[in-house]
């Protein structure tokens, strides 16, 4: 009976550690696609340090430090002037663009709630 455990924990282990290396967007990918989208580049409208990025049409990442929950709502289906990106990006560079910028901001952590972005830093209305 023990010869079944150690394949079937290590099956799990396996399982687990394969879904969360899956779960990890490429940074490289965000990067790139915030730096360089053939479609409209993030970097045209928003500043980001790490990106070497000096947008002033939407707001500075880096001073409102969006987690992924918000940089994932505000791409698939825009924000204020920000258009949608859900027809112009697949979900993998979503997912990818949204890791980049909260890794990049320090703000990589799922947050509860945080699709609300009615507030934008400085106090101007996003809706």
Do not use: W
Request: overall charge negative; charged content about 15%; aromatic content about 6%.
């Amino acid at each position: 009976m023990m010869t079944f455990k150690t394949p079937l924990a290590g099956l799990a282990f396996a399982a687990v550690a394969g879904g969360t290396a899956a779960a990890n967007p490429d940074h490289d990918l965000g990067r790139n696609l915030f730096t360089d989208n053939a479609f409209m580049p993030c970097s045209a409208c928003h500043a980001l340090a790490d990106a070497g990025a000096e947008g002033a049409v939407g707001p500075d990442l880096d001073v409102f430090a969006p987690t992924i929950d918000q940089v994932r709502v505000a791409v698939t289906s825009g924000i204020g002037i920000m258009p949608a990106f859900s027809e112009d990006l697949s979900e993998e560079e979503i997912e990818a663009i949204s890791a980049y910028v909260a890794a990049a901001t320090g703000s990589a952590v799922p947050q509860e709630g945080a699709s609300d972005l009615a507030e934008t830093p400085g106090g101007a209305d996003a809706s």
